[in-house]
């Protein structure tokens, strides 16, 4: 892809293009030096540049590298079922990318699932990472993910995906999200995260959501001794304040049923922590090292 269609170019780091095992190429945004590795995962229909900030302060005292999934920005798309598994995959050759002495994976919303798992695999098998950051994670000890309202929730979500996008509607629904962001990197978050190939992507990605959660939910993880920090937001509106008790009360229970687990309340947030408290979750990776 030639430069001047790389949206956000410079805005996050340096962009190293990764190569899948079935030839996608992934585009990472890598910053700071060191041994020490942290790589941050974004949540689920934005492109990694949203973590412009948190990268910025990581950046300072450790290598990290935030990247675009499939279909997003610069990254090739995905023909393949866009689950759980299909993402940690993904993840997990950024991870090796990108060598390095110490990891920490960072994952916010939906990237909270996507980094346990490979932290778990990579525990298993001895890599064990020195530690894991879980912002305001999709949580399958929060009941809202379950049933068959929020199937067809999600489902009819999905479906809207592509069609907001032709329609050049999905981008003035995604403002809210990432206000808190400076110029250019609100537009390029924008742009990157709302064109036709980004919704496909979403879409691809949020079909398999409930079906991700129920599976962990079945089959709890085992991160050992891991350190994690599980940071929850804390602000809440009129409209949404059932919804925001349910994810913290799951946040807590995530953290008191992992052995390493430590709860963080996020005083300042809601869902977007990594825009609206990004010292925060940069603190907790640091931590880890």
Do not use: N
């Amino acid at each position: 892809m030639a430069d001047e269609a790389v949206i956000g170019r410079g805005l996050v780091g340096h962009d190293e293009f990764v190569t899948t095992a079935d030839a996608r190429r992934l585009r990472t945004m890598v910053g700071g030096s060191g041994d020490d590795l942290v790589v941050l995962e974004a949540g689920l229909g934005l492109s990694g540049l949203y973590w412009g900030p948190v990268h910025e302060a990581i950046a300072e005292r450790a290598r990290v590298v935030a990247y675009e999934r499939a279909g997003f920005g610069a990254s090739s798309p995905d023909d393949r079922p866009r689950d759980l598994a299909r993402l940690v995959a993904d993840l997990e050759t950024v991870v090796d990318a990108h060598p390095h002495r110490r990891l920490v994976l960072v994952g916010h919303s939906w990237g909270g699932p996507v980094v346990r798992v490979l932290a778990a695999r990579r525990r298993e098998r001895g890599d064990r990472p020195a530690g894991v950051v879980l912002v305001d994670q999709s949580d399958e000890h929060s009941s809202l993910y379950f049933g068959s309202a929020a199937r067809r929730q999600f489902a009819a979500q999905a479906a809207l995906m592509v069609p907001l996008a032709r329609m050049r509607l999905l981008s003035a629904l995604s403002r809210g999200l990432v206000a808190g962001l400076a110029e250019p990197m609100r537009r390029a978050v924008l742009a990157a995260s709302t064109s036709v190939s980004a919704a496909r992507a979403t879409a691809a990605e949020q079909r398999h959501v409930i079906d991700g959660l129920d599976a962990l939910r079945a089959r709890p993880l085992d991160l050992g001794d891991i350190p994690v920090s599980v940071i929850s937001g804390q602000r809440t509106g009129a409209l949404d304040a059932r919804v925001r008790a349910s994810i913290v009360d799951a946040h807590r229970e995530t953290a008191r049923r992992l052995a390493g687990g430590r709860y963080v309340p996020a005083e300042l947030s809601g869902h977007m922590v990594p825009i609206s408290e990004p010292g925060l979750v940069a603190s907790e990776a640091l931590s880890h090292l």
